[in-house]
């Protein structure tokens, strides 16, 4: 198993910046990909940006430029740094691993972390 728990989220004002950050505990050898969700009210979470254990990123088009991810393989951590915030990036902020075993890919989530930015 492995346990996600997220810090960092917020209330800033619009063209501000945070950082999101998410700790992994249990079984973090065989994490590969981690990655940043978001869900707004209303609406369906979608993915913000991924990162692999090798440090390949992609992003949503939205983010581009605005959004880095990044890692620390030694420290079971990943990273979200947000610049240039908009109000339509409020939303709750949901870290995910991804555990590869043999065939088999299991999802972990976290519990969330509400951004909230001011316009």
């Known amino acids: 198993q492995v346990q996600l728990v997220e810090s960092g989220g917020g209330l800033v004002q619009a063209g501000g910046s945070l950082r999101v950050s998410c700790a992994a505990s249990?079984?973090?050898?065989?994490?590969?990909?981690m990655a940043w969700y978001r869900q707004a009210p209303g609406k369906q979470r979608e993915l913000v940006a991924a990162?692999?254990?090798?440090?390949?990123?992609n992003y949503r088009d939205s983010v581009k430029s605005r959004f880095t991810i990044s890692r620390d393989n030694a420290k079971n951590t990943v990273y979200l740094q947000m610049n240039s915030l908009k109000p339509d990036d409020t939303a709750v902020y949901y870290c995910?691993?991804?555990?590869?075993?043999?065939?088999?890919?299991?999802?972990?989530w976290g519990q969330g972390t509400q951004v909230t930015v001011s316009s």
């Open positions: 249990g079984c973090t050898f065989s994490i590969n990909d």
């Open positions: 990162i692999t254990r090798g440090g390949t990123t």
């Open positions: 995910n691993a991804k555990r590869q075993i043999g065939a088999t890919t299991y999802n972990y």
